[in-house]
């Protein structure tokens, strides 16, 4: 209702301007579901795209990991979580530079065999797709080491498992800090141990990466946490930038037309 009826509004003309190719993208911290909806509605989805995707980065203890999607889809399909997955391998390639980056399905168990109808019949599309790093199921204990690149779930798996994780990470610094300072020994503790600390609050820290673009439409368009401050927005826009030099948008748009022409020909062969 506010894309349609405040055609006006900042949003709306930011968005506007990534449709007129004025931008390469857009960024707000914002209203969540005006935003992807003005991202659908205006800016648009690349041809093929079931349905876009919000992708975060987020810290891992070996390195920046991807989730994809993070809560721009609630209810999903097999084929949706492919699309993630190709979408994520294009995003990590052309922001985070890995070549053949590892692609990891979250689940309960690592076996093939675990999980419900959606992850079971997701695994078979994600192992029989030859382009992939396809490692199997990863169970959420092991997401944040980092050793996957790009984790593929649907967006109610994908925002519990953001939310879960940036509330262990902030529970954790406020309960260190506290036990630091509570006596003359936890506070000398944590004078020596002052600059680990700051490196590990940093490796923690959501504001290191700023936002989620939503793959899967015709522009980057990145959207920044509501409580950002202006380091995180920083960093949101910096993303943005490199989203944009990466050309991520075209590269989606190509692999999509591959998979489409390949379906069709595998169509044709099978009415021969």
Known sequence: MAIRKKKDSSL?????????????????????????????????????????????????????FIVVDAGANVDCKPEYLLQFAHMGKEYYKGVLNSENPSIGLVNIGAEEEKGNDLTKNTYQLLKNEKSFNFIGNVEPRDITSGDTNVLVCDGFTGNTLLKSCEGVAMSLMKLMKEKFMASFKGKMGALMLKDSLKEIKSMMDYTEYGGAPLLGVKGGVIKAHGSSNAFAIKNAINQAIKFANGNVVNDIEQVLKELEEKEKNKEQEETK
């Open 12 to 64: 709306c003309k930011a968005l506007n301007l990534v449709k007129d190719k004025t931008c390469d993208a857009v960024l707000s911290a914002g209203s969540t579901g005006a935003f992807l909806a003005g991202c659908n509605f205006i800016v648009g989805r690349i041809k093929g795209v079931k349905r876009p995707a919000l992708t975060p980065i987020m810290p891992g203890k070996n390195g920046p």
